[in-house]
């Protein structure tokens, strides 16, 4: 757990942890109760807490103390939050049959990962060097698939063959390592100046007069995420009018597809450091055409299981691919100051296109059927490669200050501290 990139690590992976829990696998157990579809339909709109924690993004910026550490202060607070939503979970014990409380438990955990999210993020935009980046977001995005494949995936089997209490207990033991990381870690003091709470709220509409993050939050942005996204909401309703049963597509899309995404995220964070951001991001463009194209099979209603699963593989690979890349300009386009507000600020406008691409996907597949949609998807993740190319030869990347000076050291250093 030392070194910078160690910590992250581990405060990313814990954070999404209870979110894979609630999203795959208290969704199955649910299910697995009798819960009604339009039930669990219901528990996934607490993670629309995720798209607008913006809102409260500048109070962190602003607050905080100087003494434990500007974030490290919120971190201690969110992290043990998080641990104590997880143990209110534990008396439910037929979760199916306690629907009100487990819902509100769980949005209050929704609140506070998000919430935790922030601080994170601002730490990460002050202590990563320009060459450690793409290494830092690489581990976020790998972070999320980790944490789902953890909570989703292991605590599910641990719930099948012991029951609820030791499930919840793994979950709580898993996040709590967090909470240890958080007491170990040492933010380095603020030099940069604390930004007041008008300051940082202005900085929701001022991080995007920054030469060329209009064009990349409002032109790259929504072009990769919506065609990205619109095709990835066609796969569950495809692999459900081909044939395969509920519980096979819970553990393909929710466990299978994640380990290599894992990977993927890492490759990709090491590729941004050693090709830049535009190599990277044409290899999540081709990598997400070839991809989309192995998916039209399954939308012509043949998914053939090996095949399908290969496919779906090589979809989130490249899906994860491009989303480090953007996570990379997004943390570019952060100032240190207001890091917080300006990375979760430009993070969140991708969420809400990825949330409106899987609507509009749908909607438009009813209309045209799947192969036309993942046509126009691949047609708009081109022209968002395509965008983001020239964004980059125009406005290339400057490295800006770097609020800690330590953190200015090769990322080939941070790597080793990982190990």
Not at 179 to 194: A, G, H, N, Q, S
Request: hydrophobic share 55%; aromatic share 10%; charged share 10%.
């Amino acid at each position: 757990m030392r070194g910078r990139l160690g910590t992250l690590t581990a405060l990313y992976v814990t954070q999404y942890l209870g979110v894979g829990f609630i999203t795959v696998g208290l969704t199955a157990i649910l299910r697995d109760g009798g819960t009604s579809l339009d039930t669990l339909a219901l528990l996934q709109i607490v993670g629309l807490i995720w798209p607008i924690k913006f809102l409260w993004a500048p109070i962190l910026d602003r607050y905080g103390s100087r003494h434990r550490g500007h974030y490290r202060s919120w971190l201690l607070v969110l992290q043990s939050a998080l641990v104590l939503a997880l143990l209110a979970l534990l008396p439910f014990t037929d979760p199916a049959n306690a629907l009100g409380p487990i819902v509100a438990i769980c949005a209050a955990y929704v609140f506070f990962s998000a919430t935790q999210d922030i601080a994170v993020d601002a730490v990460a935009v002050r202590m990563l060097a320009e060459s450690a980046r793409g290494t830092g977001n690489g581990i976020q995005v790998a972070a999320s698939y980790l944490g789902n494949l953890l909570g989703g995936g292991a605590c599910v089997l641990v719930y099948d063959r012991f029951g609820w209490a030791p499930a919840i207990g793994l979950l709580v033991a898993m996040t709590a390592v967090g909470l240890l990381v958080v007491w170990r870690f040492r933010e380095p003091p603020r030099t940069d100046r604390v930004a007041r709470v008008g300051t940082a709220y202005r900085a929701l509409l001022s991080v995007f007069s920054q030469p060329g993050c209009r064009w990349w939050t409002f032109g790259v942005v929504p072009l990769v995420y919506v065609g990205a996204g619109m095709a990835y909401s066609l796969v569950t309703p495809a692999l459900v009018d081909a044939g395969w049963s509920l519980g096979r597509i819970g553990v393909v899309t929710g466990v299978v597809t994640s380990a290599p995404a894992i990977v993927a995220g890492l490759v990709a964070g090491f590729g941004v450091s050693r090709f830049g951001r535009s190599g990277v991001l044409v290899v999540g463009g081709v990598t997400l055409t070839v991809s989309t194209l192995l998916l039209l099979p399954l939308m012509n209603g043949r998914a053939p299981v090996a095949g399908t699963v290969a496919a779906l593989c090589c979809f989130m690979v490249a899906y994860t691919v491009a989303n480090v890349v953007l996570y990379t300009v997004n943390m570019d386009y952060s100032r240190p100051d207001t890091g917080g507000t300006d990375f979760t600020v430009l993070s969140s406008f991708g969420l809400i296109c990825s949330f409106v691409a899987g609507s509009v996907g749908l909607a438009a597949a009813a209309r045209v059927g799947y192969p036309a949609v993942a046509v126009a998807a691949i047609v708009l993740v081109a022209a968002g490669v395509a965008l983001g190319l020239a964004h980059q030869r125009r406005f290339p990347h400057q490295p800006g200050p770097v609020a800690d000076p330590a953190a200015a050291q090769p990322t080939t250093e941070a790597v080793r501290a990982v190990a």
